[in-house]
Each structure stands twice: as structure tokens, then as C-alpha cells.
């Protein structure tokens, strides 16, 4: 069976790869861009099986006008990628209004709004598949990319509560959090704060995290993501990439650590 997508941020990156994907296959793509030429080239090559839409997911009343205009073109859904956002760079004392505020309609309000737009089809349907393009900076945090953090950290929680309320509507949701590759997420894509240089040796010990000496290669993706979207039960989560693993361990291995450390305390705060 043909499945159909709707997937935000097609016009390059992980978007482009997983619409290509798709359509390589057979499958059905409603793809959408900031701007709409981005996406020519899609339409020239797979023609009738694209559906092209200008979007801004920060607009709320059009995420919901494309997700049904995807719906009413294709006849059904059964596939959303909420893959559109991007990196924004600046400590936290750095950071301006406008920078968090833009940070997070894009990257959570974005993803909630497309969100909230298909779950009224897909129950209707019995059936759907919402993706979160998360990042192993969802579970976890590094210096300089704290609002981006904040965002994609509030995006997990929505999204696992979400997952509890739709399960029996047939619907599921899975987060990708994937580890550093090369695309252009800390390039041409990111913004940046201005830099206080109190913060020069923090932002050069930062330059030196392992996670970008040995990116992912985008391609790759594309098999994984398939066998996420064909999988009778997809996962909650999945990394893609070979870094996230380790990184979540230590992580995780630290919070048990500290938590159990301080347990007599936790206790004591509980009362009689």
C-alpha cells in the first residue's frame, strides 16, 4: 500500500532525503518550503505524486490550511514529519528576546501547530504516523545551543504525552533524535547571538566536541526512515546516527548517579 507524507522543511536536509525516499518508492509527498521553488526540482522529477505548498509553520492558521489541503488532494494521511527548524547559537546571557522567541516558534510551536492540524484526520482515519525530528540535543545539552535545546527539550515532553493520548486512535508518534551530520543545521541554516567575549574559551572548547569530527551522511537517513514509517510498531524514540547512544549513556548514567546520591535527601523532603 502507498503510504502519503506531509512533511515540513523539504527543501533540503533531512526533509529532502526522506521526501525522495518516499517518492522513490511509489509513496504519495506533500512537501513544504518557505520557498516554493525550492521544490521545483521534486515536481519536475516525480511530477503528479508531489504536491508543492509554501509554508511558514510558525503561522499557525496555514499549517492547519496545508495539512488539509494535503488531505483533500491525496485522499488520506498517513505520514507527517515535522523536520522543519534549525540551530540557534548564543550563550545563555547572550540571548535576546527575539532570538528565543524565533527559536521557538519554529522549532516547537511549528511542530505543535502541524501537529494538532493532522490529529483530527488521522483519528477520523484510525490510523497515522506523526514524526518529530528531535536531536540527541533533546535529551541532552551542550554549551552554546541553549535555546535550541529549550526547544527541541519542550518538543520530547509534548510529543511522549501526546504519544499516551492517541494510541488509541490508532496513531503513532515517534521522536528521531538525530546525532551531528552534514547538512548545513550550523551553517547557512543557524543564527547566532551576538558573542560576549567573556565566553571565548567556553565557545573554542565547545568547537571541540567529538559529535563534530565524524558527521552522518544525510543519505543514509533514508533507508532508516522508512523502516521507522513501514514498522507495525514504531518506536517512541530512535537516534539516528552512531554518537547519540553514547552520549544519552553517560548522560543518563550521570542523572541516575546524582539522583540516587541525593535520594536520602529526596526523602526527607517528602515529609511524614
Not at 505548498?53 to 499549517?63: E, H, K, M, N, S
Amino acid at each position: 500500500m502507498t503510504k502519503t507524507w506531509f512533511i515540513t522543511g523539504a527543501s533540503k536536509g533531512f526533509g529532502r532525503e526522506w521526501a525522495e525516499a518516499a517518492l522513490e518508492r511509489g509513496d504519495k509527498v506533500a512537501a513544504t518550503a518557505r520557498k516554493l521553488d525550492t521544490l521545483d526540482a521534486l515536481v519536475d522529477t516525480y511530477g503528479d505524486a508531489v504536491l508543492p505548498i509554501q509554508l511558514d509553520v510558525t503561522d499557525r492558521g496555514a499549517d492547519f490550511d496545508a495539512v488539509q489541503r494535503a488531505a483533500d488532494h491525496f485522499g488520506k494521511l498517513d505520514v507527517v514529519i515535522n523536520n522543519a527548524g534549525y540551530g540557534h547559537f548564543g550563550m545563555i546571557e547572550e540571548l535576546t528576546e527575539d532570538d528565543v522567541r524565533s527559536q521557538m516558534e519554529t522549532n516547537l510551536f511549528g511542530a505543535l501547530w502541524v501537529t494538532q492540524a493532522a490529529l483530527p484526520i488521522m483519528r477520523e482515519q484510525g490510523s497515522g504516523h506523526i514524526i518529530q525530528v528531535s536531536s540527541i540535543g533533546g535529551i541532552s545539552a551542550f554549551p552554546t545551543v541553549g535555546a535550541y535545546h529549550a526547544s527541541k527539550w519542550a518538543l520530547e515532553g509534548f510529543s511522549q504525552s501526546l504519544a499516551q493520548e492517541v494510541a488509541g486512535f490508532g496513531i503513532h508518534v515517534t521522536l528521531i533524535e538525530p546525532g551531528g551530520y552534514s547538512t548545513d543545521w550550523s551553517g547557512p541554516s543557524a543564527t547566532r547571538s551576538e558573542e560576549n567575549p567573556a565566553y571565548a574559551d567556553v565557545r573554542e572548547a565547545a568547537k571541540k566536541r567529538p559529535s563534530a569530527s565524524d558527521p552522518g551522511d544525510p543519505t543514509a537517513t533514508r533507508d532508516a526512515i522508512l523502516k521507522v514509517v513501514d514498522a507495525d510498531e514504531p518506536p517512541l524514540r530512535i537516534f539516528f546516527g552512531k554518537m547519540p547512544l553514547e552520549i544519552a549513556t553517560k548522560d543518563y548514567d550521570s542523572r541516575l548517579a546524582t539522583w540516587n546520591e541525593w535520594q536520602p535527601v529526596s526523602v526527607e523532603a517528602h515529609g511524614a
